[in-house]
Structure formats: structure tokens, C-alpha cells
């Protein structure tokens, strides 16, 4: 079966009343749910899961579709108007989306922030589409000393965009690379600064320390501010779409960052975060207005947002070409498809044809039908913006708290929420940037391992390690991305020395 | 004394107090570090070994830090880094509250604590008055009940209430 055949057949099944209703109510359902701190796509469908039980697998897999592209977008809502990233792939928008809305521009950071997501959701799913068997198999030469190549030059790039701000963000990157090591070590079974507490035995919820960087201190400042009184009420200035000026900073961003997220995507285990750092560090290096970032660019917002979609289709690739899982959501869909009785991998394309091309077509429903649904509500999510100050702020606490409990109903992860809420607003309070304390967490598992397995691979030789092709290539491009800044002074003294000379 | 303090600080200054965080990320790295000997360095042929990545990020965090902490001193003095303390100790009292609210929620279940806290948060911060407090503490408490427990199904802490929830 050729590609147009299968999108024929999966387009045939996405189109049925029933599976199109389910796209609907995935979608707005996943909107809801990506709004509430901690509750992410993953959680999103791991809660639906009891409820399709008897469902068809393809409709349910749709549901889940809807879900997994709607909670996608549904983060960047809070991100924008609350600053409460959902999870670890809204971190970014939240660092120029909050502060459009601060400006009055709530309305056109979520109208690029859905046009964005659209862009990049598009993107993604024309690429698995097209080159899903391809990129599967780059994906699989893509070896742990790759992998280790790629964590290091995430690092390197975030620290990068830490303009004025390098050694807080040093501090905070080595303290997030630091928490990641808590936890039962992966390759020998050592027990790692646990403290005998069995919710530190995985690990530091990354859940718990994000929202408590971000929600728990953002409703205590704001609680702070309604006690001193000099809460200002966000309000929405002109047109509630964005500027001509604003769509046109954007338009690239969002083309950019959809090519980065389905390309991180693809790899297994990197996902939404770090194709939303690279595409951020990345519309930073290219922006015309550097100097905006972090204070409500609109690029901030829309290359993010695209990598961030672009990164659910582009991790479907593995899930569904290999059988492995690319995203935390994607395993909780290996999960069901598992369930359900499917083995996904490179035969699900032959025996179960209706079930894959259903997938992929239902995703460019669930982008068409999730652009059309948001459009129409970014007035209705303004209105939050009008809810008493005192109110918000107590409920985003209360929200954050019980969300954080939720995921694994635990209070301790509720206790490590408010103890990152306590860290978060010294942070902001000292001016220490808190992304890079995400993505040291987030990477730091992965990096060590890949480091470890690839040694071992290589027989403890580091040469032959950084010999590999693409090794040398991302580490060269590391060693680039932090000597370019130190040499562009000089490549200008130089052409403005030679030319004063002729 | 470097010769150079012209200007007076403002106010609320008191730049003393940037020294907490370098001075605290620098006593969780040696924290973590006192740990490091007890890890159970078996290898299984694993050439780095799982000591290896904590002692690099200890080793990353130190030095972040004690370069952190020359960058304090260094703008320690300077009225243009003037650090407003206005409102801190406001904040601390906020910051205990909310981990009280949690702990309290281990003994006296969602509800009760949340319906405590919430109340207590409107009456003394936003100053509302005690009736329109507990209207609205009562209020918030039953929309997250409803979200959480009866819409997505999440067993909250019951406490005292027991079976009522």
C-alpha cells in the first residue's frame, strides 16, 4: 500500500461521525487538561484510558490524538496568561508569551501561539507522512555517544541565551543536572541520595520541581503584590488578533521551529523540551531583536509553540514505524496500543494498515480541528484575565498543589512542589534564570546514560567516541556556538580595521 | 573597603541578602557531596561508574557557585544592584503557610485543609472581610473537590471526613 492509499483508507476511518466527534472531544478535552498544572498530554490519556476500554482501538487511539495535540496547545494557554508552564515543553513559551500578555498582548501571543502550533503540527505530520521510514532509520543510527553529542550541545546552547545572566545560569543548570542524578541509577542499581524516601527512588518529579518554579512562585508573588497593593490587573490593548508587525516576526519562527521539533521529536527520549530550547536559542541567534527576548517577543513565543507540536508528530514516528516510544506520551500510547492487542513496529503498516493510517490521518484533523476550535475561544481564555487577582492567585496555588498530588497521589511530590515553589521565587527575587534548572533536570538521566552505554561500547576509548561522524559534527558545532559570540567583536574590528586601511 | 561607596543605599536595601543564594546552592552541593562516599560504587564493567555523574555536577555546582559568589560581593556594593527587601519576610510567612497547608493535608484530608488554607489566605491577604472570606475559601475548595475528584476521578487525602468525600 502506497502513501496516497494509506491516507485514503486512514482519512476514510478519521472521517466517520463517531471518529470525528472523538476528535472533537480529544481536542477540547486535551485543551482543559493541558491548562491544569501537571496534567500533560501523557496524564491526559493515561486518565482516559479506563474510559476506552470498550472502544474500538483506532477510535480510541483517535481520542487519544485529540488529547495528546490539544494538551499540546492547551499548556500554552496557561503559559501565556498565568505563566504556569503545564510541563516541561511550555517552559519556553512561558518566557515571552507571559510578558506579551503583561504588555497587553494576551490575544495575539495566543493567536500566534495556536497559529504556531498549527504550523508546526503541520509540519510534523506532512514529515511523518513523507519520510517516517527514512527518518526511522536515521533515528536508529542516532547511538547512545550521539545522544550524548546532542545533550551537550542543548547545554551548551542554552547557556548560550543567558544574556548578563551566565553564572546564575551556570549555577542553575549544574543544580538541575545535579537533582537529575536522584534516584535509583539506571545501569548499576545504586541508590543515589534517595534519603530512603521511595517517591526519590525515580527520581525528582520533574512535574513537581516545574510547577513549583513556576505556578507555586507565581501565585505567591502575586499574592504578594494583592497584600502591598500594587497588583496591576493584565489587560488586553487593541486588536485581540496580532499586528501585521507581529505576524510578520513570527512567520519564519514558526516554519523554523516546526523543522527543529520534528526532528528532535523523532529521536527517542528527547522531545518537547529540548526542541522547544533549540528552537528558542536558535530564534534568539537570528532575531533581528535580541534585546526583546524575555520581555515578550513575538518569535519568543511562536518557535516554541511550533517545535513543541512539530515534536508529538515527529515522536509518532518511532512509536509507530518501530515500536518505541519517543515522548512520555507516546509511551502511555505504546501502553494502549499494547492493551488493545497491537504490537506496534514496522509491521503494524501491513497488519494493521487501518489502525496506522488512521493515526496519521486523524493527526491532521486533530491540527485542523484544534486550530478552528482555538481561534474562536482565545477570546473566552482573555476573560481569566479579568478574574480578581486575590482569587487567581489562590487558585493557581491550589490548582498546582492538587495537580502535582494528582499525577502520582502524593504528597511528598506536593511537598517537593511547594519546597521548588520556595526556590523559584528567590530565583526571580536574585535574578537567577529558571529554565536552565529544567533542562539540566530533564537531561541530565539521559546524558549520563548515553555517555556510560557509549563508552562501554566504545571499549572506554573517548577518541573513538568523539571520532564518530556525528559526535564530531554537534560537538564542533558546540565548540561554534560558544566561540562565535567571543569572535564576532573581533571578525568587526577586523573588516572595520582593513577597511579604514584601504 | 574599596574607596568607592559614594551613594547611600535606597531604602529597603540590604544586599547582604544576595549572598543567600550563591551561599545556598554552594551548602546543597556540599550536601550532595557528603553523600557522594555512600553511593555503592559497583561498576558491572561500566567504565565511569554511577559516582562519576553526581561528582561532576557537585564538581559544576561548586565552582558555579564560588564564582557566583565573587559576582555578589563584586556588585554587593553598587547602588545600582540595590536588593529590595520590601515584602520578604511577608513571604517567608506566605512560603511556611503553603508547606503547612500541605503537610496539614496528610492528617486533616483535601478538603478541610484546603478550605483552612484557602480562608485564611483571603481574610489575611487580600483583607476581605471574615464572611466574604469563608464564602470564597468554601467556594474554591469545592470547584477543585469537583475537578479533581468527581470529574477526574483523583482519590484526594480524606482525613477526618472519612467516606464523606
Redesign the interface.
Known sequence: MDTLQGLALGFSTSFAPVNLALTVLGCFLGIWIGMMPGLGPAAGIALLLPFTYGMDPTSALILFCGVYFGAMYGGSISSILLAIPGDAGSVMTTLDGNPMARKGRAGAALFLSAASSFTGGTIGIVGLTLLAPTISKLAISFGPAEYFALMVFALVGVVSFLQGAMVQGLVAVSFGLLLGTVGIDMQSGAMRFTLDQPELYDGVSLIAVIVGLYSVSEALEGMLHVKHGTATPMAQHGKIRASRAEWLRARWAMVRGGLIGFIVGVLPGAGATIATFFSYATEMKLSKHPEEFGKGAPEGVAGPEAANNASASGAMVPLLTLGIPGSGTTAVMLGALMIYGIQPGPQLFTEHAAIAWGVISDLYVSNIVLVLMAIPLVGIFIKMLKIEQMLLNVGILGISITGVYAVNLSLVEAAIAVAFGVLGFFMRRFGYPTAPLVLGLTLSRLLEQSLRQALILEGGSWLSLIQRPIVSMLLAACVLVVLLPRLRPLLTRFKSGSATSQ | MNGTKTQPHAPHSANWL?L???L??IS??IG?AV?LPG????????????R???T???G??L???G??LV?TFRINNDPAHA?DR???L??VI??IA??A???A??FLG?ALA?GIF?IA??YW??S?GLVRSIW?GIG??AV?VAV?HFV??????TGPLGGFL
Open positions: 544576595r543567600i543564594m550563591p545556598s546552592f546543597l552541593a550532595f553523600q553511593i555503592d560504587a559497583t561498576s558491572n564493567g561500566d567504565i565511569l561508574g554511577p562519576w555523574m553526581p561532576v555536577a557537585v559544576a555546582l565552582l558555579s557557585g564564582a557566583d559576582r536588593f520590601s515584602g520578604l511577608l513571604a506566605l512560603l503553603t508547606a497547608y500541605v503537610t493535608m496528610a483535601y484546603s484557602f489566605l483571603f491577604i487580600s476581605q470564597k474554591l475548595t477543585l479533581f477526574l476521578g483523583i482519590s484526594l487525602p
